[in-house]
């Protein structure tokens, strides 16, 4: 195979981690530039949901925190066997290559942030139910996760359905 076939087998999962690493990284550029402060707060709904500036150590919901030295290293790991498996790997389908691209997007907008600045950038703050600030690296990993069981559900439903016309 040719590099460009190489890359266009898998075309959506290198679209999706592009588009996701650039939202990622555009809006934590954003943040820095208009939140200076750690814990500098813009409300867009008060008391709802609010663009709060936080340094986050560790990893979801800062668990391990002041573990930005392995995490970084994880995030690169990652990273690398993503790539590599949509590089080497065989044609994945759309509902994969979506999901491992938005877990890519994710690995590597929060890997860059941890090799940059020692911690991750949140910001996207949900003060109605208390939740942990986070940011669109995060939000990229969990629709990863949520693209990757859907093409289970999807592969388990063909096979039953398969599976019963025989």
Not at 89 to 98: A, L, P
Not at 139 to 163: E, M, P, Q, W
């Amino acid at each position: 195979m040719d590099l460009r076939q190489d890359l266009l087998k898998n075309r959506w999962f290198w679209l999706v981690a592009l588009l996701g690493l650039v939202l990622d990284q555009l809006t934590k550029t954003i943040v820095l530039q208009t939140l200076p402060a750690v814990g500098d707060t813009f409300p867009l709904w008060p008391s709802v949901f609010h663009f709060t500036y936080v340094r986050n150590t560790g990893a979801a919901f800062s668990i391990f925190t002041d573990g930005v030295y392995w995490l970084r290293w994880l995030s690169l790991a990652v990273s690398i066997g993503l790539m590599a498996l949509a590089w080497f790997g065989d044609r994945q389908t759309v509902s994969e290559q979506w999901g491992y691209g938005f877990i890519l997007a994710g690995a590597m907008g929060n890997g860059i942030d941890r090799f940059l600045f020692g911690y991750v950038v949140d910001f996207l703050d949900f003060r109605l139910i208390n939740f942990p600030v986070f940011n669109i690296a995060d939000v990229c990993i969990n629709l990863g996760i949520a693209c990757l069981f859907l093409n289970i559900f999807l592969s388990y439903r063909s096979a039953s359905t398969d599976s019963s016309t025989k």
